[in-house]
């Protein structure tokens, strides 16, 4: 696994504040991974200011290169992009608002707790391959 400042996450979903753009924003602030972004940017062009970004379109694989995908969702009906990570064996940090608590791949934080988001950021992205592929057990 890559040190913190080469972990790439993806958020695959827009800028809004109901996926929880504003949390992962501020827990990733600082720790120096890139942000693989495969959402609409509607918060504006200076929304991920001091965060590394690179955005995806719909042409590209989303998940290419990713160590996590995170989603912080305050709500999210159809978490198919977090199944696909799951099947693809990239760890998912989602918030229980998800759905997917009782996925054993799927590590759970509660909306709106920055400090536990970035906790488990830290904690998977530091992780080796080898605990990746036992977190589902």
Known sequence: RPATGDAR????????????????????????????????????ADFWRGVSIEHRTGNEDWLDGGHVVVLPAFVEHKPRRLLEAVARGTPVIASTACGLENIEEVIGVPFGDVGALREEIERVVSMTKEQVQNLDE
Do not use: C, D, N, W
């Open 9 to 44: 996450i993806a958020f695959p979903a827009p800028t809004v504040g109901r996926k929880g753009a504003y949390e992962l924003r501020a827990a990733v602030q600082g720790l120096g991974v890139q942000l693989v972004t495969a959402g609409a940017q509607l918060e504006g």
